[in-house]
């Protein structure tokens, strides 16, 4: 009998190389449909679901897909589609996307298509994860009554050379924002652990994996959302097809 599951994403681990417990990441803004994952962290990638997936070979490219989306200067007028469609919001809406600090120059264009080049190139495998998430989540927004679900979420791990780290610093300072979805930054461990900022589900339990793996004890001080169980379900698969075979996936763009 094949897993029931709701939907399947990709996401990278996204850190600097000399010093792994500093991350690039998002974090979800005021105005975010799931009230939530408001202010909560969150890693950049893509779900395989809408039009666009449908050319998705296997999650790295979905997680490409999701990089190339989501880095940008461009403000396009977004709405909720996708989350509609994996039913986490009941109906789709506009929503505003995030400014930036100033105009970007042509040069600063390049230099982030570089780096989106970069990070995806640069990406490995760090494992797929199995993630439920009990209803009772939603106790931040009584009005959501949403029950639990079983998602499946494919991780990859991207290293930045000093150079690169720099000029990803360099934008983000500048511009204060790189994405057009959330809104970036650059976060360690440590400021999450004395700010006690929570990651977005279920990703606080794979980024404590990632740190324990790289032998910071301070992830055992990392913030969990309580009411969520995640385990490790092997590396990714070269192609979609072999999820189909495994899982009963409810939300998927075929």
């Not at 977004?78 to 970007?104: D, F, H, Q, W, Y």
């Not at 570089?114 to 927004?141: E, K």
């Not at 999450?192 to 001080?221: C, Y």
């Amino acid at each position: 009998m094949k897993t029931q599951i709701t939907d399947i994403s990709a996401v990278g681990i996204i850190c600097r190389a000399c010093n792994p417990s500093q991350i690039f990441v998002e974090i979800r803004y005021d105005c975010h449909p799931i009230k939530l994952m408001r202010r909560q962290l969150c890693l950049i990638g893509g779900n395989w679901i809408g039009e666009a997936a449908k050319n998705d070979m296997n999650p790295f490219a979905t997680f490409r897909r999701g990089l190339n989306e989501e880095l940008s200067f461009e403000e396009p007028i977004r709405n909720t589609e996708k989350l509609t469609l994996i039913g986490m919001t009941e109906a789709e809406t506009s929503v505003p996307t995030p400014s930036k600090k100033t105009e970007a120059t042509q040069v600063d264009k390049c230099v982030l298509n570089q780096l989106r080049d970069v990070i995806a190139d640069s990406a490995t495998p760090f494992g797929d994860f199995l993630s439920t998430v009990q209803s009772t989540m939603d106790a931040a927004d009584p009005a959501n009554t949403r029950d639990g679900f079983t998602s499946l979420a494919s991780y990859w791990t991207v290293y930045l050379d000093e150079i690169r780290w720099e000029k990803l610093c360099a934008l983000q300072k500048k511009f204060g924002n790189l994405s057009n979805k959330s809104v970036t930054m650059i976060t360690s461990l440590e400021e999450i652990v004395r700010t006690n900022t929570e990651m977005a589900f279920p990703h606080d339990r794979v980024l404590q994996a990632f740190w324990r793996k790289s032998g910071f004890h301070m992830a055992e001080q990392l913030p969990l959302v309580p009411g969520i169980e995640s385990v490790a379900a092997g590396m990714p698969f070269d192609n979609y097809e072999e999820y189909l075979e495994l899982f009963e996936i409810s939300k998927n763009p075929l």
